[in-house]
């Protein structure tokens, strides 16, 4: 199996401007994450997606952040517009019922906002 | 608020000795936990798991340890191997939903 896929890998971008990442989860698993890591806050859930569904967003910092899942292959995050603070690793994993919650991360974002 | 914490951010240890990360947690509804381990510019990868009706689980080399009165759990690594340093992450499950809650993590270090 390929793994969790993201991309892109880096993105530099100024302030104000639109940035998308994205994300093809593992085929078969049901649910799909999305995480900024920082160095003080560590690995924060963003929102989460079952069967292409949202059911928690309550990670979402602010109303600039929106996450769509149009398929059981795809997600993107949205941020609109950018902010230096937004600077960060955004990760995505996907995870199966019945795997005891493991979940599978991808290689992460690598968001730098000017 | 931190609901999991690992209160130490890094830790050095010698290759062959025992590496002890640890993990504290607030809420007493999580009831399954798991540590991942981090290498720089990948993502984070399970490790090894343990659930509340247990206070130990090994595989290998790794053991996890759970105190539920002490809310507390530990990761112990032996021997430490140079290829064991990254960042370790504790997490933390309800049983209720699906989602974790992880820690700020540990970076270990093992040295030669």
């Known amino acids: 199996d390929a793994g969790v896929i993201q991309s892109p890998r880096h993105e530099v971008t100024e302030m104000g401007q639109e940035v998308t990442l994205r994300c093809k989860p593992i085929?078969?698993?049901?649910?799909l994450f999305w995480y900024r890591q920082t160095m003080m806050r560590g690995l924060e859930l963003l929102i989460y997606?079952?069967?292409?569904?949202?059911?928690?967003d309550s990670g979402m910092p602010e109303d600039r952040f929106s996450a769509k899942m149009p398929n059981a292959s795809f997600s993107t995050l949205k941020i609109q517009p950018s902010e230096p603070r937004d600077s960060a690793v955004y990760f995505c994993?996907?995870?199966?019922?019945?795997?005891?919650?493991?979940?599978?991360f991808g290689p992460g974002t690598r968001l730098t906002v000017t | 608020d931190q609901q999991v914490k690992q209160n130490s951010p890094s830790l050095s240890v010698q290759e062959g000795r025992i590496s002890i990360l640890n993990c504290d947690y607030t809420n007493s509804m999580f009831d399954y936990f798991l540590w991942y381990k981090k290498y720089p510019a990948e993502g984070p990868t399970f490790l090894i798991s343990i659930s509340s009706i247990k206070d130990k689980n090994e595989d290998g080399r790794f053991t996890v340890f759970l105190n539920k009165s002490a809310k507390h759990l530990s990761l112990h690594i032996v021997p430490s191997q140079p290829g064991d340093s990254a960042v370790y992450f504790c997490a933390a499950n309800t049983g209720t939903a699906s989602k974790l809650t992880f820690g700020t993590g540990t970076r270990l270090q093992v040295t030669l």
């Open positions: 994993a996907s995870s199966r019922v019945g795997l005891h919650y493991e979940q599978y």
């Open positions: 997606f079952n069967n292409n569904v949202p059911i928690d």
């Open positions: 085929s078969g698993h049901d649910y």
